[in-house]
């Protein structure tokens, strides 16, 4: 015993301690039971958390073929190298575009005559205004800090820098910060700073325009339309196109088909994955006689019945060539294979087939379109899997049940622990009172052997 000082046998020669040990081993099977148990019940909760981690991805795929946003996703193909880029929204309508980029979209730009130096003071003293904001120089600015103070000015709309053309050759040079005719750069002089460094002549006119604000223009299907900028929003509805240089080009907008096909497969293979998850979990071989964890689960029966029922289900209101999962290339597995493993087998072929003449049909029937309420078959699937996967859920309900089952045996394994204990504590008393009497009963044959000994030395008597 713990705080005890002991040795064994010195009386008996028995090893007191090990016979205590094998005497509570006996008394010890009903904790290693409750152990068994309890790891029993640890083993079926952490099997439950791995099925509720893959019904939560279940559902998630469930939730994007139930979305709208899914259906919505439109392809955009562009033939012609470079002449520009395009993307499409969910509001995007079909359709075939031949547009020509007849002009791209510039930003007015504007030069002043050669200076000697970008550092030396020009000697230029007044008020410049550009796009209306006012500007003081004075006599000792250069063509850099005219540049910066241009710059400072965010309201001016242009961007100044200054360019080193050659030796002893420095431009200032001003470029509109929007494209567009409309966006030109109007200069205003007062003290003939502007004129003094060669944007404006004589009239008071641009001197040196090195290139023109122009807006885009593009041909579409024929029909010739402009813009201010090369990034146009609103001419096909939800589309936006970025031009980048003169040419013709096919634009093809269609529904993404590709996009739903994929959420089929991710679907596909996290519903395997969590049928074959169950089916380890349930089964039982015949021959080695071992079970799964949650083999005979009533609960997870009844979640794997629900899931294939799913699979079978009719809607409503939907043309009968694509009412069912079967008819549009999602089924269960063929054969007896099939039949014994419920896994699912996706024809994307015949899926594509499906999409291109019954679209808005097949989307109905996941829930993606208008139907009666909860028959889209992903739409009440992934409102059953949030069911069973909710806070509240059926998972959660196995999962409470099952830790508070643990924690009761925890409790008892405690209480026999401790009961243990004490009978350990006891056979430990008794064996060392034992040892006390033996010890006594020593002590008394030596002196009687003593005692003996004696008499017969005084009496004379011989062995």
Do not use: C
């Not at 030109?184 to 502007?194: A, S």
């Not at 240089?245 to 293979?269: I, P, Q, R, S």
């Not at 996706?346 to 909860?374: M, N, Q, S």
């Amino acid at each position: 015993m713990a705080g005890t000082f002991s040795i064994d046998g010195l009386a008996s020669g028995l090893d007191t301690t090990q016979l205590v040990k094998e005497l509570t081993a006996l008394e010890r099977q009903p904790v290693k039971q409750l152990e068994a148990r309890k790891s029993k019940l640890q083993a079926e909760s952490a099997a439950w958390r791995e099925v509720n981690s893959r019904l939560y991805s279940l559902r998630e795929a469930a939730l994007d073929l139930q979305s709208i946003l899914t259906f919505r996703g439109r392809s955009v193909t562009v033939t012609g190298e470079n002449i520009l880029t395009a993307s499409a929204g969910a509001g995007t309508q079909k359709g075939v575009y031949n547009i020509k980029v007849l002009h791209l979209a510039q930003a007015h730009s504007i030069g002043s005559d050669p200076q000697t130096t970008a550092g030396d003071p020009l000697g230029l003293a007044g008020t410049i205004r550009v796009n209306g904001e006012a500007i003081t120089v004075t006599a000792e600015d250069t063509l850099e800090s005219i540049a910066r103070k241009i710059n400072v000015q965010a309201d001016a709309g242009v961007n100044a820098a200054v360019v080193r053309v050659g030796e002893e050759d420095y431009r200032l040079v001003l470029t509109g910060k929007e494209t567009g005719a409309a966006n030109r750069i109007i200069l205003e002089d007062d003290g003939g700073v502007l004129a003094g460094l060669g944007f404006l002549d004589d009239m008071g006119e641009v001197k040196n325009q090195l290139q023109a604000a122009g807006d885009a223009l593009l041909e579409v299907n024929g029909l010739e339309v402009s813009r201010s900028t090369n990034i146009i929003d609103d001419l096909i509805t939800d589309v936006t196109l970025e031009l980048e240089k003169e040419g013709a080009v096919t634009l093809t907008l269609d529904v993404d088909k590709e996009k739903v096909v994929k959420a089929v497969e991710k679907f596909v293979n996290e519903y395997n994955g969590v049928i074959d998850l169950i089916r380890m979990n349930l089964a039982y071989d015949t021959t080695t006689k071992e079970a799964g964890t949650l083999f005979g689960d009533s609960a997870l029966i009844q979640i794997q019945s629900q899931l294939r029922g799913f699979l079978s289900r009719v809607v409503e209101g939907v043309d009968p060539a694509v009412n069912q999962l079967g008819l549009v290339g999602i089924q269960t597995a063929s054969g007896v294979e099939g039949a014994k493993t419920g896994r699912l087998e996706f024809d994307a072929d015949k899926f594509r087939e499906k999409l291109e003449t019954h679209f808005t049909e097949v989307a109905k029937v996941f829930g993606a379109e208008t139907v009666p309420e909860g028959e889209g078959i992903f739409a009440a699937l992934s409102k059953t899997l949030f069911d069973w996967t909710g806070s509240t859920g059926l998972v959660k309900a196995k999962t409470d049940s099952l830790g508070a089952r643990i924690d009761d045996v925890d409790e008892r394994i405690e209480l026999l622990e401790q009961r243990l204990e004490q009978r350990e504590a006891y056979y430990m008393q008794k064996f060392r009172a034992l040892e006390v009497m033996l010890a006594q009963l020593q002590t008394q044959s030596t002196w009687l052997s003593a005692q003996i000994s004696s008499l017969n030395s005084q009496w004379g008597f011989k062995k």
